[in-house]
C-alpha cells in the first residue's frame, strides 16, 4: 500500500499521545534508554582488556570512580571483572529515575577517561531519541523545551477539541508529529496551518491568515498589536524558501529545532486565545 502522506500512528491522531519527544520534560523514553546503554557498552567494550575480563588501565580508573565517587561505594567492594560493571549499568540505565539516570550520563561525558567517540554517540543518542533534552558542550544535559509550551500545545488540543476546531485540532497534533520526526519546516507549517484554520472559521468569507486576522481585529476579537506580531510570525513561516507550501520545499530552509518548538508553543498558544475570543 502506498500513501503520499506521512504516516500518523494512531496515538497521535486521536490526541491520545499528541505531545512531542520534546517537550515530554520529566520523561525519558525506551528508545532513549535503549540507545544510551548501547553506546555505554561499545565503550565498556572498547575499554576491556583484549583476552581479559578486566579493563584497561585508563577505563579501570572510569569504573573505579563510577563505583566510588558516582555509586558511592568502598574501594573495598569494588568488583574489577568488566561484566559486573556492564550488568550494574544495564540495571541502572534501565531502571533510574530521570534525574539519577542524566547524572549518570554527565558523568560519562565530563569524565576525562572516557572517549570522545562515546561522548558524541551519547550526545548524538538525545538527538536520535528526540528527547526533550541535550547535551551542552560535553558537560551538561539542559531541557530543549519548555513546561509552558508543553502546557500551551496540551491546552490548545484540548480547546480545540471543546470547541469542536476540527482542522485546527488536526494541524496541531500534525505539527507535533512533524517535530517528533525531525520535519522542523513541516512542523513549522502545520502550526501556522492551525492558527489559519482557527482565524478564517471565525472570519467567514476570508480564505489567508491575513485577511482573517484584518476582519477579527475590526471586530474586536484581535488586539492591533496581536495581529502585527502575529503578521511578523506568519511572514517568517512564508519566507524561508516557501516553508507553507509543501511541493516547493526544499531541504535548504534555514529553520531548526529551536524554530519549530517556538512555533508549534506561540501557535497553540494562539489558537488557545482566538477560541477563547471567539466562543
Excluded at 497534533?173 to 507549517?189: E, F, H, K, Q, T
Aim: aromatic residues 10%; charged residues 25%; contains cysteine.
Amino acid at each position: 500500500m502506498s500513501d503520499s502522506k506521512p504516516y500518523v500512528p494512531f496515538s497521535q491522531r486521536s490526541g491520545l499521545e499528541a505531545i512531542p519527544q520534546q517537550l515530554r520534560l520529566g520523561e525519558v523514553s525506551d528508545e532513549l534508554r535503549r540507545l544510551l546503554f548501547y553506546y555505554v557498552s561499545l565503550e565498556i567494550d572498547r575499554g576491556r582488556r583484549h583476552g581479559t575480563t578486566r579493563f584497561t588501565e585508563i577505563w579501570k580508573r572510569v569504573a573505579m570512580d563510577l563505583h566510588i565517587l558516582f555509586f558511592k561505594k568502598s574501594i573495598e567492594t569494588f568488583d574489577q571483572k568488566v561484566s559486573a560493571t556492564e550488568q550494574r549499568l544495564s540495571v541502572f540505565i534501565k531502571r533510574a529515575y530521570i534525574g539519577p539516570l542524566f547524572n549518570l550520563i554527565e558523568f560519562f561525558v565530563r569524565h576525562p577517561g572516557c572517549s570522545d567517540e562515546l561522548k558524541s554517540e551519547l550526545a548524538g543518542a538525545f538527538v536520535a531519541a528526540r528527547a526533550a533534552y541535550r547535551i551542552i558542550d560535553n558537560q551538561y544535559i539542559a531541557a530543549i523545551g519548555t513546561e509552558e509550551q508543553a502546557a500551551a500545545f496540551g491546552r490548545a488540543i484540548a480547546d480545540a477539541e471543546t470547541k469542536n476546531a476540527t482542522a485546527a485540532r488536526k494541524q496541531l497534533i500534525a505539527a507535533g508529529v512533524a517535530l517528533r520526526n525531525s520535519d522542523w519546516a513541516g512542523s513549522v507549517r502545520e502550526s501556522i496551518h492551525a492558527v489559519e484554520a482557527i482565524a478564517v472559521r471565525l472570519a467567514p468569507g476570508t480564505k489567508t491568515l491575513g485577511k482573517a486576522l484584518e476582519v477579527l481585529e475590526r471586530r474586536d476579537h484581535l488586539h492591533g498589536s496581536l495581529r502585527r506580531a502575529f503578521d511578523t510570525l506568519y511572514g517568517y513561516s512564508s519566507n524561508e524558501e516557501g516553508v507553507r507550501h509543501a511541493l516547493v520545499f526544499s531541504d535548504e530552509a534555514q529553520v531548526d529545532e529551536a524554530d519549530a518548538l517556538f512555533m508549534l508553543g506561540a501557535c497553540a498558544s494562539f489558537v488557545s486565545y482566538l477560541l477563547a475570543r471567539g466562543a
